[in-house]
């Protein structure tokens, strides 16, 4: 019998948290945030840099910034500048500027006791820290738009203005904000917005021949030699591009061609694992979206879904979702958010594409607002979610 081969050589290099080394077609970019930053590594204590990345979803913002901190980090190493780069997905703690800086102090200082303290007092704990150890921080703050829907302006302008009033005290902290436009920045007051927009570098949407080139590279990385044709790449970039030209949407399509290619013990991915692993992927509503949701995004929907799986009905009241809801977090062993912070939910998820809602006429329920799916079956949506949420749980 013959002995059963993967085309993989290393999955790993496929999965979604892998940074490579290089970054094609983001060269230019990657030089310009080198540049806006240059000046820690000669002068640290001058001044504190801020810059705005912002581009689609998959056009490569989180991976560029954590290429970028990984080489500034080595470069002030070398000139024995201390400096940390710190990445954090606010997204994951909700926009909480607390949970954010506190989450960053911990990684500065694992023994750090954690404590109720207000954001402004961690800031200065933190601040504290930089100047006792000489440090210095870049802090990435990725999923940006979650602060500001979560604190508005102010904890916004604070963030970056505190420590320029700190008298006669070295700079510390610079501020590395990614998102995917600039909406989101309207919703500030003019002085909050001034103080974060003076640099931005825009990541445009891959086309065709850059996803083409991505995607080569990573193929070279996963799998063994001769495994993907050349009709496999073209294929899966031109999907990618369909999918606003996320990077991300087109490796996990290769990664799932290639399982069900090893799942039929082919010793090559054929175009018809492509189109398998597409129609395997949610379709009008992308996988790699509902994965940048925060985990109680997640089960929120994940409760509406089962909701309408539950009642077959076309409308559903958010009464309705929050108590299921509160049966998925159980099952999940998270504590459920406030009802207002549903709202918000509602209203995000909303403006993503995954719900939509709908205000009632005079029912018998009196007027309420209506959540309903746009363009997925509860069942599928489920499912994703789940897939999702397991593979959070591990
Ligand atoms: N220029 C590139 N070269 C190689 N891989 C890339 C490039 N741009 C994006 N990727 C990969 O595509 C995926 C999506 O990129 P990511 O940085 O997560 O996008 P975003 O944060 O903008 O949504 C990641 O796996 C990333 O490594
Ligand atoms: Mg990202």
């Known amino acids: 019998m013959k002995r059963h081969q993967s085309v993989f050589k290393d999955e790993s290099k496929l999965d979604i948290n892998f940074v490579p080394n290089r970054l094609p077609h983001r060269e230019k970019e990657h030089r310009l945030l080198m540049e806006f930053f240059s000046f820690l590594l000669k002068y640290p204590d001058r001044m504190a840099q ?3 990345v912002t581009g689609e979803i998959g056009t490569g913002k989180t991976a560029l910034c954590q290429r970028f901190g990984a080489e500034m980090t080595l470069e002030a190493h070398k000139r024995s500048v201390n400096l940390h780069y710190i990445h954090v997905n606010c997204r994951e703690y909700r926009g909480k500027l607390f949970l954010i800086l506190q989450h960053a102090l911990t990684v500065l200082k694992p023994t750090f006791p954690q404590r109720g303290y207000g954001a402004e007092e961690v800031l200065k704990a933190l601040l504290q820290n930089l100047d006792e150890e000489n440090a210095y921080v870049i802090l990435a703050l ?7 829907e979560a604190e508005g302006s102010d904890a916004v302008y604070n963030l970056t203005r505190m420590q320029e009033m700190r008298q006669n005290k070295p700079q510390r902290m610079s501020i590395l904000g990614i998102m995917r436009d600039l909406e989101s920045t309207k919703r500030l007051d003019d002085s909050a917005r001034s103080t974060l927009q003076r640099n931005i570098i825009r990541l445009e949407r891959y086309g065709k021949p850059q996803l083409v080139d991505i995607l080569n590279e990573r193929v070279t990385l996963a799998f063994e030699p001769y495994t993907v044709p050349e009709d496999v ?13 996320n990077a991300r949407f087109g ?6 061609a290639g399982k069900y290619a090893d799942a039929e013990d082919k010793e090559k991915v054929q175009p018809e694992d492509v189109r398998k692993s597409i129609s395997s992927i949610i379709p009008s509503l992308s996988r790699t979206e509902l994965d940048d949701l925060g985990l109680h995004e997640k089960l929120f929907l994940l409760g509406t879904a089962e909701v309408f799986l539950e009642s077959g009905e076309a409308y559903v009241t958010l009464s309705e979702i929050e108590k299921i809801y509160a049966v998925a977090c159980e099952e999940f062993d998270e504590k459920p958010v406030s009802h207002t912070q549903l709202w918000k939910y509602v209203q995000t998820l909303s403006v993503r594409g995954f719900l939509k809602t709908e205000v009632s006429g005079e029912g018998s329920r009196g007027r309420s607002t209506l959540v309903y799916l746009p363009s997925i ?5 489920a499912k994703a979610l789940r897939a999702l949420l397991a593979r959070q749980e591990r």
Do not use: K, P
């Open 251 to 256: 490796i996990e399509l290769l990664w799932r």
């Open 142 to 148: 990725d999923e940006f738009d979650s602060i500001i």
């Open 233 to 245: 790449v073209s294929l899966t970039a031109d999907l990618a591009q369909d999918e606003s030209g």
């Open 377 to 381: 079956s509860a069942e599928e949506l």
């Open 50 to 52: 801020r810059v705005l």
